[in-house]
């Protein structure tokens, strides 16, 4: 078992920037594959952003390309998703992900989310 812990999350004006951070712990970090989802309000979850094992590759959906930046701390088991030019459409609640495999679709394990509210 991976157990996933968020936080960073806030209210911020559009435009600004927040940073979450994901801690894992119970297994070896360095084994999964993490990400970033995110589900706003009578939406469905989406993928945000993906990084490797080692962090030397990193992906992300569309609508962040360019403004937000996923890494890793694999000494401090922890995953980071820095979020610049924020927009209102940002809105929604952030949530950690962990899988062995392929985490860009139904991985294994999730964190239990944290609020990021974008004012305009």
């Known amino acids: 078992q991976v157990q996933l812990v968020e936080s960073g999350g806030g209210l911020v004006q559009a435009g600004g920037s927040l940073r979450l951070s994901c801690a894992a712990s119970?297994?070896?970090?360095?084994?999964?594959?993490m990400g970033w989802f995110r589900q706003a309000p009578g939406k469905e979850r989406e993928f945000v952003a993906g990084?490797?094992?080692?962090?030397?590759?990193?992906y992300y959906s569309d609508s962040v390309k360019g403004r937000f930046t996923i890494s890793r701390d694999n000494a401090k088991n922890t995953v980071y998703l820095q979020m610049n030019s924020l927009k209102p459409e940002d809105t929604a609640v952030y949530y950690c992900?962990?899988?062995?495999?392929?985490?860009?679709?139904?991985?294994?394990?999730w964190g239990q989310g944290t609020q990021v509210t974008v004012s305009s």
């Open positions: 992900a962990a899988d062995q495999g392929v985490v860009t679709s139904n991985p294994n394990y």
């Open positions: 119970g297994r070896t970090f360095s084994n999964y594959v």
């Open positions: 990084i490797s094992l080692t962090g030397g590759r990193t």
